[in-house]
């Protein structure tokens, strides 16, 4: 019904940056809300940053200043920028779109891209 593909992970030196894009696709009425979360080794999956249709954030303290959520409701796509990053940013990054319809809504994840930062 809904697919969100994830792009822009890889392998970056501590102190780099990358940049995460999400892109909704399919049956889409109205999102709500788009995150991304990420899953560490070993680390139950956390949210990352949160972002509203109307553009208000939220932030994990981890990554506040660092990080920066993005999106284009009219082309259904979220971005994270992700700067100053550390090793402890390595985690596979899920991207999140909440689908919201006439009756309730539902999450749709994507398939999750890796980002891994070390020297």
């Known amino acids: 019904q809904v697919q969100l593909v994830e792009s822009g992970g890889g392998l970056v030196q501590p102190g780099g940056s990358l940049r995460l894009s999400c892109a909704a696709s399919?049956?889409?009425?109205?999102?709500?809300?788009m995150g991304w979360y990420r899953q560490a080794p070993g680390k139950q999956r956390e949210l990352v940053a949160a972002i509203t249709r109307l553009g208000l954030t939220n932030y994990a303290d981890s990554v506040k200043g660092r990080f920066t959520i993005s999106r284009d409701n009219a082309k259904n796509t979220a971005d994270l920028q992700m700067n100053s990053l550390k090793p402890e940013d390595t985690a596979v990054y899920y991207c999140n779109a909440y689908m919201v319809v006439g009756g309730g809504g539902a999450d749709y994840w994507g398939q999750g891209t890796q980002v891994t930062v070390s020297s």
């Open positions: 399919g049956s889409i009425f109205s999102i709500g809300t």
